[in-house]
């Protein structure tokens, strides 16, 4: 026989009134839960005291007017928690085992501060730019060019096919086998770099891959150089990792690679962050002799170069420049590629390609982090690369692009002629330069008026010039495209007497 609770029986303190409690609406949650709430409400208030015998469930569920079971399942969760106790022929009552003096109640409400002191190390910058209606952000695709029906077949057939029971389990850290083979077959077709499947991780987007990477791979303290103009959210994914940065300049042939071997000559270099094809955000293309240089600098080094190549389908003049990791023979290079651009950031699917040993080292760091992606939207899109179709949605996109682009130009000399800038021959963005001008308050006289877009300084990393801007331009149609530049020009601040500096 279960023992009797204290208070039970004709000793027991009863409770002879009705128990008011005090209901919310649906929204505030299921009601048994709600029912326990006011219940440990009236004992903190002391209404109710420790050893009291509550009303039968069957009494309390008649006095709210709800199901029994309702009532039953709040005395259980109460009965879980320790507040109420019950015994057979009893009754249930309110534990004895509580202070005979709670602390002073009130009413319970969302803590709107932590109730414990937060690191004061503080966080990166944020990396995000303020939204308007019209969008000219450098990374941000045509959502509406999603192929979301052939994607939507192809998760159902990957969670209907064989093996879709595995993809719901925990799998393979580096990712998906299928989709790690597809990966393997459009970097040797497409971008010639030549990996195998052993040497491949998928992660959810080359945002992630970069954070793991540099956990991975370097130490707290390390020293890793940067391209002076570059995305917050690379150098905030670095600062996590816990090492210091060092901007390297940049000029029209891309990053300044006798800059880095100087500084490489004053202090122990461990790696360099670059985006070669299509620099973020000046949209400069390494050229081919400091491709040969900075291989050459990072073999005699021992440096690692974490090669982002974020936009690579987007070249609308000429063929694509093959990556670095096309010509490594030394195994410096770890690439960092997307999904993102080419289908929806929404995603967050992107690869990381380095050797087989680093590709089991970043496994093994993301174990202890979110363990796997989503293994079912990796079969998917794997399918969507096996039969072609994201060949086919890249050719689609690439020539709505590059019509944006073009219109882009067109709008921004015919308003904006003071403007300097030279069409990028690929990419989603352009870089300008609008001498003199104050181009931060001119972004935030743009956000205003209903535009968005990126002044140098959300980019800079030290003392540059800052009279420069990026403006995106594949997520706006071609009218929407001239309707921002007429808006741009209308918000454009008078220049200053003085550029604010040369041309990077």
Same mark, same amino acid.
């Given at each position: ?14 409770v ?6 005090q ?39 008649? +006095?709210?007017?709800?199901?029994r ?43 709107d ?11 990166p ?42 993809l ?17 077959e ?33 130490d ?24 210091e ?33 299509? +620099? ?91 363990? +796997? ?14 039969d ?6 890249? +050719? ?24 300097e ?71 454009l ?12």
């Open positions: 026989m279960a023992p009797r609770p204290s208070g039970a029986g004709t000793g027991g303190v009863a002879t009134r009705e128990l008011v409690l209901l919310g609406a649906a929204d505030q949650g299921p009601l048994f839960l709600q029912i326990a709430r006011a219940v440990v409400e009236d004992i903190e208030r002391g209404r109710l005291r420790p050893g009291e015998r509550l009303p039968s469930s069957r009494k309390l569920a008649t +006095q709210l007017g709800v199901h079971k309702t009532v039953v399942a709040a005395f259980l969760e109460l009965a879980r928690q320790g507040w109420i106790t019950s015994a057979p022929a009893t009754g249930t009552y309110v534990s004895s085992d509580l202070p005979a003096k709670l602390p002073p109640f009130r009413r319970r409400a969302l803590a501060r932590a109730g414990f002191d937060l690191p004061r190390r503080p966080l910058a944020p990396s995000s730019t303020p939204r308007a209606g019209l969008l000219l952000l450098g990374g941000v695709p045509e959502l509406g060019f999603v192929p979301r029906l052939e994607l939507c077949r192809a998760y159902r057939r990957a969670m209907l096919g064989a093996g879709a029971r595995a719901m389990d925990y799998g393979d850290p580096r990712g998906e086998p299928r989709l790690r083979r597809a990966v393997v459009l970097l040797t077709r497409a971008r010639g770099v030549r990996a195998s499947v052993a040497s491949v991780n998928i992660v959810r987007g080359s945002q992630q891959g970069l954070y793991l990477a540099a956990r991975a791979l370097l707290p303290g390390d020293c890793v150089a940067i391209e002076a103009y570059s995305h917050p959210a690379a150098r905030g994914a670095l600062e996590l990792a816990g090492v940065l060092a901007p390297v300049p940049l000029d029209g042939e891309g990053l300044d690679v006798a800059a880095l071997e100087a500084l490489c000559a004053a202090r122990r270099v461990k790696a360099v962050y670059t985006t070669p094809h299509h +620099q973020l955000p000046t949209t400069v293309t390494l050229t081919a002799a400091r491709r040969v240089r900075l291989l050459d600098l990072a073999r005699r080094r021992r440096l690692l170069v974490l090669e982002d190549d974020y936009d690579h389908e987007f070249r609308y003049e000429g063929r694509p420049v093959l990556p670095l990791a096309s010509a490594d023979r030394h195994g410096v290079v770890v690439y960092l590629g997307t999904l993102s651009k080419i289908l929806a950031p929404g995603l967050r699917l992107g690869f990381i390609v380095s050797t087989p040993d680093v590709a089991e080292r970043i496994a093994g760091y993301r174990t202890f982090v979110d363990h +796997q992606g989503d293994h079912a939207i990796e079969r998917a899109v794997a399918e969507l690369l096996e072609g179709e994201i060949d086919r949605h890249t +050719q689609r996109v690439r020539r709505a692009y590059r019509a944006r682009r073009d219109a882009l130009c067109e709008a921004l000399a015919r308003h904006l002629p003071g403007l800038f030279d069409p990028p021959s690929g990419g989603m963005a352009l870089w300008a330069r609008a001498p003199g001008v104050d181009v931060d308050a001119w972004a935030r006289r743009a956000h205003a008026a209903g535009v968005s877009f990126q002044p140098a300084s959300h980019f800079a990393l030290g003392r540059w010039p800052l009279d420069f801007a990026r403006f995106g331009f594949a997520a706006c149609d071609e009218a929407q495209l001239a309707d921002a530049a007429r808006r741009l020009a209308q918000t601040p008078k220049a200053r007497s003085r550029p604010a500096g040369d041309r990077p």
